[in-house]
């Protein structure tokens, strides 16, 4: 796994996880922006990267990588983790291994909860099908991934990712996913949790995970974003999301 660095090493740390099918240069904006203030780090996922021949294996491979490189290099304390979607699950491992301490754990629209047989087989059909027809150049598909998971300015970058994508890595995500249940006890008080989920119908499972957290863990602040898709405004509109993530890591 790949992870790069940008900003001052000396300053507080923010790591920034993409989430499934989702090229790293997403993050291109949120770099921009914060690398002045903070040490801003960014790993692209195994399977992800367009110049490795690696597959996506498991969370927990992808966890111990992380933890090994930030501890040797900066210790065991960050000042937040922001994970998007299937990136708060590797968010999610990192905190409950309580290898390192967090300050702020930010997850949006991360799916916590684990799914059933049915749904897992379903959506590996489902995105198996989707990314053979975008390998295809299938028009009527990269239309409606436009505007909903990736913004214009990023639509090549997204090609090449999907190009790379291997049947093994999909499988394997899907999967992994499907059998992830965050536990109900991890014990790390001094954390602060923020969950973001949006309305549409599309966030219901999502709405779930926000309780669940609010349910268990006293430090959880939920915060939904009214009118809005699966991580609508961060993948699409990242200066106005920059200013909700701005609510969180200034307070």
């Not at 690398?35 to 195994?46: E, H, S, T």
Request: charged fraction near 25%.
């Amino acid at each position: 796994m790949k992870i790069l660095e940008y900003g001052n090493p000396k300053n507080d740390k923010i790591i920034l996880i993409h989430g499934f099918q989702s090229p790293y240069q997403l993050w291109n904006d949120y770099i921009d922006y914060y690398k002045n203030d903070y040490c801003v780090i960014v790993p692209i996922l195994a399977g992800h990267n367009i110049n490795e021949n690696d597959d996506f294996v498991s969370f927990d491979i992808c966890a111990k990588e992380l933890e090994e490189y930030y501890i040797t290099k900066y210790g065991d304390k960050v000042f937040a983790i922001y994970g998007m979607s299937m990136g708060g699950i590797l968010a999610s491992c990192i905190w409950k291994n309580k290898n390192i301490e967090i300050e702020k754990l930010i997850l949006e629209s991360s799916p916590l909860l684990s799914w059933n047989k049915f749904m897992t087989n379903y959506f590996t059909k489902w995105y198996l099908n989707i990314t053979h027809k975008t390998q295809n150049r299938d028009e009527r598909t990269i239309k409606q991934a436009i505007g909903t998971i990736i913004s214009e300015d990023k639509v090549d970058v997204f090609l090449e990712l999907f190009d790379h994508l291997s049947d093994k890595t999909i499988i394997n995500c899907v999967q992994e996913v499907g059998k992830f249940n965050l536990p109900s006890d991890i014990n790390t008080p001094n954390t602060e949790i923020y969950y973001f989920y949006g309305s549409k119908i599309n966030e219901i499972l999502f709405r779930k995970v926000a309780h669940y957290l609010k349910k268990n863990y006293q430090n959880t602040t939920t915060i939904c974003l009214k009118g809005k898709g699966h991580c609508e405004d961060a993948l699409i509109n990242p200066e106005e999301h920059i200013k909700t993530l701005n609510k969180v890591l200034k307070k």
